[in-house]
């Protein structure tokens, strides 16, 4: 069996301006996951409520994760990955075990992010055999129960203490309480592919506060993403233009992919003493170059 700290992962850091396109849903990630995490004070002095789990969705490659770890980047905090597809375990009550302890590992390193990546292979219910159905609803019911334990209002505990307190006690005890629960938070960020995790199992109890999409890049977010990846290699405007044209169906992973070819081609034509990658190396690679996204996903 597997421990769960064989599961956390650190991922490298990354900036925003590093993530192409995606403009939108980067502004939404800032003002729902940055702004409480970076400003847990205020937000706790008007009351605001602080996000408990959020979902992100969309096809792969284009950008789930890399949001994540921008995140995690940009508001200096704990940042544990977990996925799915390793959580399962067919040993009754280890994958309960290996969730609860990453869990633990998320409120010990709190202010934190607990990523959770592919949900649907652990949670998702509509094409799992019953076997594995029982595996789920115990994940499920962990996450959950997991979850409510982070997602304490400083205001509640305060109300329960109002009575043995008072005066310049209570607000001592006050401050006391608001600094715990503030330090222990956990935001849960959970990816999937899966459209039809969305009426599905996990969202039904409410304790996902946002659904996020993270739609496939179009061609003004393929031209950015185009020009995080050539950063070294100072494609012109007009390049990266006709290139964005001529990559529809492209993910953010194949633009990577596409840049890193091109690059590889330059030095195997021009020599490995080149420092120039151009139009035509790009333009060579995408004759056969295998776009990920077919016209329904787009
Ligand atoms: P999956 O669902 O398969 O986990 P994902 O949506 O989480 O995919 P990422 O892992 O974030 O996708 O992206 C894969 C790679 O593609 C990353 O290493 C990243 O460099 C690149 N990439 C994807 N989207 C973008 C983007 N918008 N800007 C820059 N790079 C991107």
Redesign the pocket.
């Known amino acids: 069996t597997q421990r769960s700290s064989d599961m956390l992962v650190d991922y490298k850091p990354i900036k925003w301006q590093?993530?192409?396109?995606?403009e939108e849903v980067k502004i939404r990630l800032k003002q729902t996951v940055e702004w409480p995490l970076k400003h847990q004070e205020a937000f706790s002095r008007l009351g605001l409520p602080h996000p408990r789990g959020i979902l992100l969705y969309?096809?792969?490659?284009?950008?789930?994760?890399?949001?994540v770890?921008a995140i995690a980047t940009s508001c200096h905090v704990t940042f544990l990955a977990i996925n799915g597809g390793q959580l399962y375990s067919p040993y009754v009550g280890d994958s309960e075990r290996m969730l609860m302890q990453a869990f633990q590992q998320a409120r010990a390193g709190a202010p934190s992010v607990l990523f959770i990546?592919?949900i649907d292979s652990v949670i998702g219910s509509r094409s799992h055999d019953g076997s594995r159905k029982s595996v789920q609803e115990r994940v499920l019911s962990t996450l959950l129960n997991e979850m409510d334990g982070i997602g304490i209002k400083t205001d509640d505990i305060v109300r329960s203490g109002d009575k043995v307190h008072e005066g310049q006690q209570h607000t001592e005890l006050q401050q006391a309480l608001a600094s715990t629960v503030d330090n222990s938070s956990v935001l849960v960020v959970a990816?999937t592919?899966r459209s039809d995790m969305l009426d599905d199992a996990i969202l039904r109890p409410g304790r996902i506060d946002h659904i996020i999409y993270?739609p496939p890049?179009d061609k003004e977010?393929r031209a950015?993403?185009l020009r995080?990846?050539t950063s070294k290699i100072h494609l012109d405007d007009a390049t990266l233009d006709q290139l964005a044209e001529r990559t529809h169906g492209c993910?953010?992973?194949d633009?990577?992919n596409l840049c890193r070819e091109a690059a590889l081609y330059a030095l195997s034509e021009d020599g490995i003493g080149t420092n120039r990658v151009t139009c035509h190396h790009f333009c060579h690679i995408l004759e056969t170059f295998k776009r990920s996204l077919s016209d329904d996903q787009i």
């Open positions: 590093e993530i192409g396109g995606l969309g096809p792969p490659g284009c950008g789930k994760t890399t949001l770890r990546d592919e990816a592919n993270v890049p977010a950015s993403i995080v990846h993910t953010g992973a633009l990577e």
